[in-house]
């Protein structure tokens, strides 16, 4: 950028950022190789923010000069940064060059330390977030297909008990009629032989007149 500057003869950028929302800011992602900072550690809940702003925008490096003025800030930051795929590096401003050494830092006990982007690692852990996703995904899938699966075979198996409570009513009633059928024909055969009985006396029993002449003689 600075020899584009150089080439182009443009002035330096300055615009407005903000943590919670970094995508707002005109910059494009990934546009410094180093990013330097200091004061930056106040409030927990901007350690986030913060560490989401120097991935999105730094491709490389970030320097952040850092007092301890939030004790529940500095902590969460040194814990936090190595989730977001950086490698911390605390510089030691007392062993430092005194040439090239601020003074007013070691003084007001100010920690330097050195981020170094380590775009494997983020990669790696974005794939092994993507297939833990992925894999909730297919374990949610086999367990919504099971549960479908059991379903539709209560399903089938209310119908089939339907089914078989239906043909042992149907059979119960062919098997009732059956027995009424029976019964109308043995009451029937019974009536039949008890008319052909009677018909027989009839004809084997004598008439008045021959009576009359069995007594004359």
Known sequence: QQQQQQQHHLPPIACELDWTRPQD???KPHSFDTIV???VLFAPSLVR???ETL???ATHQVYLCLQIRCPDSYPLFLKLAPDYGWALEELNLANTDPSSCCRWGVDMECHLWKLTRKRKTVQ????KNKNKKEKRAEKNAVV???ELEEETNRDQDQDENVDIENSQKRNN???TNKEEIKKEKKRKKK???KHHDESDDEKHQPSAQTTKKLKRL
Request: with cysteine; hydrophobic share 25%; aromatic share 4%.
């Open 191 to 193: 009536k039949k032989r």
């Open 124 to 127: 790696n852990k974005h794939k």
């Open 144 to 146: 919504k297909n099971k």
């Open 37 to 39: 900072g200091t004061d």
């Open 49 to 51: 923010p913060l560490l």
């Open 55 to 57: 991935t999105r925008f």
């Open 173 to 175: 009633i062919m098997e």
């Open 25 to 27: 800011c005109p910059l």
